[in-house]
């Protein structure tokens, strides 16, 4: 993170059991500027461990990461004022 | 197209019925119900939430995709959150189509695609306890690492 | 199991309705409707007459069939005979099952095969003159000749 | 022929379109014992043909043939007293 010149501004939107798992469903955080979506998941990943609320990493190698509403790639940078959400993977419908 | 996220009981006859149109051969529903029991474990009740907006935006994609490809003539593709009980519809899918197999083939590939890719999460709560219903993994083009991801990683 | 060949319209709503039981977790439906036109001609109405005992045991059977083959819970297999005008059902599919992708392949099979197998026809009235509509050929196991028949009539 | 014992009566159905180029649904004949379902046809369709009410060869080579409301291979043997359907390629059904 050395050479970052700034910080900015991010919402998080946690979903699922993630939301269960961080005990609430948004938060916003500042963030060194120029971090990219995989950086900020392995972040995220990393807090949840401290925090002694790790699920398996099954689950931390299966999650999406939604900027703005869409899904993102890894390589995408965060800007100021992002909406980031962090997506496990979804169950919607019926009859499996 | 109809296309919605509801809180409520989906009107699935008023739907349907709406769908039909002259130009119509094939009219194909899949209507997703609360089962009573998930691998045996009995199943009260079920709690769906979204990521609400991108949600109702990935279901529009795929509604406007499923016309392109498949050339049918209409979708109706109607989610609903919140607590259903056994035997309610949570999801809803009716294609109107010319033709049987285009109408088969596209209400299939909807309620598939819908389930990996639409941001929506079930709770199950079963007599002895509640879970996260697993989801099936994430299609590579809505994953956060594609291969080169993972080596530059490394 | 509903199987019956009707004289008036199919009550389709209260035959998906009366389906759903607790086990299942998909419905699939295939409503066939008489289209306003075939290959661009247009069509007034059309006319379905059946072989009508054969064609009741002929969709029992399939019902039968679909059940083992597939898996599924109950199937509804309702063909209406008469005149139809555009809009209306001819053929109604019921599939309840606890997992979709049965529901899917035993709606889609038992259509399929009641197009070719169940001894139905009709006469699709145009404006400008009536048909009777081209059949697909029967599958091998319905038709008079096998091969070796063919050849002892050579 | 030559050389069968005797006669056996039969009901004979004509559906869809050989229901109207034969002009009836229904007919009584007397054929000779021990027609096959195979020689019941070609008699059958040559008969439409002596009365130029002959459609395409295609129509007779797909035509199906129950016995008693059930599908007919070509040696089944006919007995006195059957029903005999002649049934053209079914088109029951929508959205082809």
Redesign the interface.
Known sequence: MLGYSGLMRVRVLYFGVLRDLAGHREVEVELAEGLSVAEFLAFQRASFQRASVAEASQLWDSIAVAVNKEYARGDVVLRDGDEVALLPPVSGGRGL | MRIEIVDEAIP??AI?AEM??????????????????TRGRRTLHLD????R???L?QMKGLAAEAVTRFGVRDVALV?RLGRLV??ET??LVVVA????GA??DA??WL?DT??????????EQFVDGAV???????PA??????GD?LE??G
């Open positions: 699935a006859e349907v039909k149109a002259g130009a119509d051969g094939a009219v194909c529903v899949f209507d997703g119900i609360v089962r009573d029991n769906y939430e979204a990521y907006e991108m949600a935006e989610h056994v035997g949570s999801v189509s010319a033709h049987r109408a088969f209400c299939r309620i819908l389930k990996t890719t639409v941001p929506i999460w079930k709770k996260w219903a697993d989801g099936e993994p994430f083009a809505m994953a956060v690492h594609s991801d530059m990683l």
